[in-house]
């Protein structure tokens, strides 16, 4: 089709060098050449949000960018939230408020979540709604999801520690 | 049962299937890679009816990468058609109920007319998806375009275009149903009203598409299909029959299914092509949907037009009903006539309405084919018999929820026996329930008639519309034919249940896990849920129809019973006592008033086993696995009352849910937190059904739905509150007292909404009777009837 490229870049943490044609889209890359399968593609045109990742540290759909984009770039996917078998704050609070259920939009809805509460520590329910109304899920409704982000929140301004006893 | 004895079903555990799913570790179809795996690519029609001249696969097959190009006309010299349905009623109803059905088989991919936008007429195996896409825009079409037939109505008329020649009709089905003499009771009835309620298409749209990927093993002529359905065995049973080859040749997986909501329910043509490619091939081949095929190749649901005819007495008292519906069905019809009969089985719903005549007739059109979508034919009838309520009460210058009160079905009224047929051919009897208790509470939540209409006469007088609206349902849940289940007890003393049901998201590792830890007194950790795989079961139905927790809930428990006796009898051995005398102890088995007097699962496991120095006692066979195939008598009836409270914009039409109620039952609960997310999710597709979502097409039968920006999911910031309150009837029609929930609360928000706005807009005298209401519907409404 037409040449090859390389690139290199930081995915949670680590660093990976990859080649593949310049039209090639960031989801497809991160999925199919760097193994990381836990970003999902749900429209590849950039409404659902099942693949937002952090790029270089903001909240970006990984569907409508090229992996070539991310030539140099520092990415964080689902598969960088945890530390070893500790939950992130965010995963804890999924899991405790019963925020998924299939959890096929659940890795965009966990980076756009710790995207949002990066700018916006301590949010009202509404602005909670409007901070993860970027990434679509069908299962739940969002109720338990809008829980599980105040929970989170909470916890990691560091007013309250998650209980581990309920994993 | 934990070691303080309390049960695990009724609590809220967490779910065990979260942690894979939450660090990115689940494994959904296109997660899934195999070695030398090929891509499929589907060419699709780009018209809605036109006839097939020739498909030039000349340049596609010379593509980089390619290795094979084939058209609808090849393929139908090598691979036989789809079945005319997947799922037959039974020989009960066929016997009992006036019916014609004209179904077509679909081919695998059409090869003398296209039927709908979407259809695929040709598909390219390449080495990726990106070579697969580029080589298949190099196919040329050649289609002379036939006149589109794009409604229900039209479909029927004399003279339209046929989709189906053969069948020399556009019907592809009929059937009247019924009780009593509405002729007589119509003409006595002192107040009649007569209006049209068409209930619009919209679709299930899970946030995974749908995929499939096969693996032939030429050795021993095997295909493993992993398909991202509800319905491995049907899949299996297709698949086989399609392609010659024994069952036992053919497996299906599931793995982490992204939603299914009933469109996953069935099987489709790729389900059955790339299986076929696999083995042509050699190779494994795969094909992950994306969504603009979703949107034009994947089922869509409701589309129903309605034409009620209601009779009633001076205080709202029901008298009579007549229904004659149409269903657009779009280009095939793979599930046959169980949507339009639930439709019509839930008709009257929670009210005693001694008279109906109810006659559905489906037709074929050049859409996409309509199947089942959670609620599967009862959002329409919810609609039509919801709406007739607040007109009569309107008529008659009652409170709706007093006429719902007056025509229900009272609980000491329990059972009840309604007169009509179940679609498993069975007369339906609400078995348990309080219809009036749970509407009180739904009103209540939203904090009371009474005060709510004070609230309303305030607001109006500011120049704001507030409406109440209530949305009532009952809903036969668990149908049959049958679900199984196989429990084994391994030699380490864990227990291995697997089942024909799958999950889509349920939590089903969670739910089952809690029974069959009661079941045998262990741990949830200690069982493990093998579901979704033909190899674990010989047969089984699948998940669909709010079925899998009642019917698998009951297959559990018989084969629990049939193997706790083995169970016991082998201890009796090793512990040198009477079966009788012994009782399950946490972990293991033990004599009853003796502490310490016990054996462990994994010991009794270990005697169990088949060969040299066994612990079984004579006449027990060896091995400790049962398979149990529960077949439910019939349904077991759910219902709720949802209440909404709106505030409607007259200017631009816009809607705010301010408050959103469901009192709601499904008998025995086994995880409250997990039924409550069950309900949620189905609510938000109800809502976004009625407000936001409408699958669109134009008069050519163009699809104007054709992205995620064009239909419309509810996000977040949609979506109210939303308040529940539970009563629990339990059903006494299977061992665990549990009634099925999945669907149910995509069930009754478009009556609900639909009531509220036109309860808030009453003063314009303004009438919501079709689907969607979008603010431009309401402005509309607003300005064609203005205030008297």
Redesign the interface.
């Known amino acids: 089709?037409s040449e090859i490229r390389e690139i290199r870049l930081t995915v949670n943490g680590k660093s990976y060098q990859g080649r593949c044609?310049p039209?090639?889209l960031l989801v497809d890359f991160v999925?199919e050449d760097l193994g990381?399968?836990?970003?999902?593609?749900?429209?590849?045109?950039g409404?659902?949000g099942?693949c937002t990742i952090l790029f270089n540290g903001e909240a970006a759909r990984s569907c409508l960018m090229f992996a070539v984009q991310a030539e140099g770039a520092e990415l964080l996917?689902?598969?960088g939230?945890?530390k070893g078998d500790e939950?992130h704050p965010l995963?804890q609070a999924?899991?405790?408020h019963?925020a998924?259920?299939?959890?096929?939009?659940?890795?965009g809805m966990?980076i756009a979540a710790l995207d949002f509460l990066a700018t916006n520590p301590a949010p009202t329910?509404?602005e909670?709604?409007?901070g993860?109304?970027?990434v679509?899920?069908?299962?739940?409704?969002?109720?338990?999801?809008?829980k599980a982000v105040a929970a989170a929140a909470e916890v990691m301004r560091g007013a309250r520690q998650p209980n581990p006893a309920?994993? | 049962m934990t070691e303080h004895g309390t049960p695990y079903v009724g609590r809220s555990l967490l779910r065990r299937e979260d942690r894979r799913l939450l660090t990115g570790r689940g494994q959904f179809i296109a997660d899934l890679e195999l070695p030398r795996m090929l891509h499929a690519a589907f060419i699709r029609s780009p018209l809605a009816h036109a006839r097939i001249r020739s498909v030039d696969l000349s340049r596609a097959a010379a593509a980089p990468g390619v290795a094979l190009a084939l058209s609808g006309v090849e393929l139908a010299r090598l691979l036989p058609p789809l079945p005319d349905t997947q799922l037959s009623l039974p020989s009960k109803w066929t016997s009992r109920v006036e019916h014609e059905f004209h179904n077509p088989q679909q081919p695998g991919l059409a090869h003398d007319k296209v039927r709908h936008v979407g259809e695929a007429v040709a598909v390219v195996v390449a080495d990726s998806r990106y070579a697969a896409e580029d080589a298949a825009e190099l196919v040329r079409l050649d289609l002379e375009p036939l006149p589109a037939v794009v409604s229900a109505e039209a479909a029927l008329a004399a003279d339209a275009p046929l989709i189906h020649e053969h069948l020399q009709t556009n019907l592809f089905g009929a059937f009247s149903m019924g009780k009593g003499d509405v002729a007589a009771a119509m003409a006595g009835a002192p107040h009649r009203l007569q209006r049209r309620f068409y209930h619009h298409r919209y679709a299930a749209m899970p946030m995974e598409c749908r995929g499939v990927t096969a693996l032939h093993d030429p050795r021993t002529d095997s295909i493993t299909i992993w398909s991202a359905t509800q319905v491995v065995h049907w899949v299996r049973r297709e698949v086989a029959a399609i392609l010659g080859i024994p069952e036992a040749r053919v497996r299906c997986v599931a793995l982490d299914v992204g939603g299914g909501f009933g469109l996953k329910g069935h099987v489709y043509p790729e389900d059955l092509v790339i299986p076929f490619l696999a083995r042509r091939l050699g190779r494994p081949v795969r094909w992950i949907e994306d969504r603009h095929e979703h949107l034009q190749c994947s089922a869509h649901s409701r589309d129903q037009l309605h034409d009620v005819e209601v009779g009633f007495d001076d205080d709202g008292q029901i008298l009579a009903l007549r229904d004659k519906f149409i269903v657009d069905c779009g280009a095939w019809n793979p599930i046959g006539g169980g949507v339009p009969y639930n439709t019509a089985a839930h008709l009257t719903g929670p009210y005693k309405i001694d008279h109906l005549a109810v006659s559905a007739r489906t037709a074929a059109t050049n859409k996409v084919p309509n199947t089942a979508y959670r609620g599967a034919g009862r959002p329409e009838a919810v609609f039509a018999m919801e709406r007739i309520i607040d007109l009569v009460a309107g008529s008659l210058g009652l409170e709706p929820a007093e006429v719902r009160r007056r025509n229900m079905i009272c609980a000491e009224e329990m059972p009840y026996r309604p007169g009509i047929l179940y679609r498993d051919g069975e007369p339906i009897v609400y078995d348990s329930g309080d219809y009036p208790g749970a509407l009180q509470k739904a009103l209540d939540a939203v904090g009371g008639v009474t005060v709510f209409r004070q609230r309303q006469q305030e607001a109006r007088r500011q120049g704001r519309y507030l409406g109440l609206g209530i949305g009532f349902y009952v809903e036969g849940t668990g149908v049959g034919p049958f679900e199984g289940a196989t429990v084994r007890i391994e030699g380490s003393g864990k227990v291995y249940v697997s089942s024909g049901a799958s999950s889509q998201g349920q939590g089903m590792e969670t739910i089952f896990a809690q029974i069959v830890a009661d079941a045998w007194r262990v741990a949830p950790d200690d069982v493990i849920i093998s579901f979704a795989d033909t190899a674990g079961i010989a047969s089984g139905s699948g998940t669909f129809a709010s079925r899998s927790t009642v019917n698998v809930s009951a297959a559990l428990h018989h084969a629990n019973e049939r193997l706790r006796q083995k169970a016991f009898a082998i201890a009796a051995n090793l512990l040198e006592c009477a079966a009788a005398d012994l009782e399950l102890r946490d972990g293991g088995i033990g004599v009853v008033g003796v502490p310490g007097a016990a054996v462990s699962l994994a010991r009794v496991a270990h005697a169990a086993r088949p060969g040299w120095d066994h612990g079984r006692p004579q006449g027990i066979e060896a091995g400790l696995e049962e398979t149990y195939y529960w077949e439910p008598p019939t349904v077991t009836w759910s219902y709720a009352a949802h209440a909404a409270i709106v505030e409607v914009d007259r200017e631009i039409g816009s809607v705010k849910i301010d408050k959103y109620a469901i009192a709601h039952d499904c008998g025995v609960v086994v995880n409250p937190l997990l039924v409550e997310g069950q309900i949620a999710g189905g609510t938000a597709q109800g809502l976004g059904g009625v407000l936001f979502e409408d699958i669109v097409y134009d008069r050519e039968g163009q699809l104007l739905a054709g992205s995620l920006a064009d239909y419309m999911v509810p996000t977040a910031g949609d979506m109210p509150e939303m308040v529940m309150v539970h009563q629990h009837s339990r059903s006494p029609l299977n061992p665990l007292g549990v009634k099925g929930v999945g669907e149910g609360g995509a069930v009754a928000p478009p009556a609900a909404l639909a009531n509220a706005i036109a309860d808030a807009l009453a003063p314009f005298r303004a009438e919501f009777n079709t689907t969607p209401i979008k603010p431009e519907q309401i402005a509309e409404a607003v300005r064609q009837a203005p205030p008297a």
Do not use: W
Request: charged letters at 20%; aromatic letters at 6%; hydrophobic letters at 30%.
């Open positions: 089709m044609e039209r090639k999925r990381l399968t836990g970003t999902h593609i749900g429209c590849e045109h409404i659902c099942a996917t689902v598969e939230l945890a939950y995963q999924f899991h405790e019963h998924l259920q299939c959890g096929y939009c659940t890795p966990l329910e509404d909670i709604r409007e993860i109304s970027s679509l899920c069908r299962c739940t409704g969002y109720v338990n999801i809008v309920n994993d």
